[in-house]
């Protein structure tokens, strides 16, 4: 069983639309990241949120952690073609303080 | 104003074969670790270590094993590859007493074993 799960696994969008992705889990985590990876090249990290409910946005992206601390979303507005990637949350199990879980990402094709 | 370095970058053996994956860090993190990437599966962890000197398991642990001699560097070592080890392997290291854990990646290795 996966410990934190994403959704939708794949999106394909037009340029210019909205869309919300999901990082869901039944455990409580300290903190949760985002990580955007392009093709052959290793994780980048784009936020981390730490206080349940806390949002934060880097320009057209929106991160919030969810009010229990078991849940992140990230919704990226008027998506471009630069968006396209692999969107990996991840997260610090309350009590596990060395090491990130990883869910499986979600693959994000903006066409132009 | 490297941050972690992986080298090689791409490598094919021939099951059976030995070899060892380096990486390099100069950010001065205590923590440092080797997951494996694979379609449909994300990433695993395979070993990591919170110092010098120290290592533990990860999730897939078996037919590899690490050393961590030194702060900065941290190795990876298959010592009879399989083709199940065929993979994307990738170095990540973070900052000391960081209770957030923010990972540097570095840019990977591509493993193919025949």
């Given at each position: 069983t996966q410990l934190l799960e994403q959704s939708p696994q794949f999106l394909s969008i037009q340029e210019g639309e909205n869309l919300t992705v999901y990082c869901n889990s039944s455990s409580v985590f300290s903190s949760l990241q985002w990580y955007r990876q392009e093709p052959g090249e290793g994780p980048v990290l784009l936020v981390t949120v730490v206080t349940g409910g806390e949002v934060k946005k880097l320009k057209r992206l929106t991160f919030q952690f969810g009010d229990a601390r078991k849940d992140s979303s990230l919704h990226i507005t008027a998506a471009q073609p630069g968006d396209t990637g692999l969107y990996l949350c991840a997260g610090v199990e309350t009590g596990a303080n060395s090491k990130l879980t990883f869910g499986k990402g979600i693959t994000l094709s903006v066409r132009p | 104003n490297a941050g972690v370095t992986q080298t090689p970058k791409f490598r094919v053996l021939k099951t059976g074969q030995s070899m060892t994956l380096l990486c390099a860090q100069d950010?001065?993190?205590?923590y440092m670790y080797w997951y494996r990437q694979d379609p449909g599966m994300g990433l695993r962890l395979i070993h990591y270590s919170v110092g010098e000197g120290t290592t533990a398991k990860g999730e897939v642990p078996d037919g590899y094993n690490v050393s961590r001699?030194?702060?900065q560097n941290f190795l990876l070592g298959l010592e009879s590859a399989a083709p199940s080890q065929t993979s994307v392997y990738f170095c990540a290291s973070s900052p000391p007493?960081?209770?957030?854990?923010r990972y540097t990646f570095g840019s990977g290795t591509r493993l193919t074993v025949v």
């Open positions: - | 950010m001065n993190h205590e001699l030194k702060k007493r960081d209770r957030r854990l």
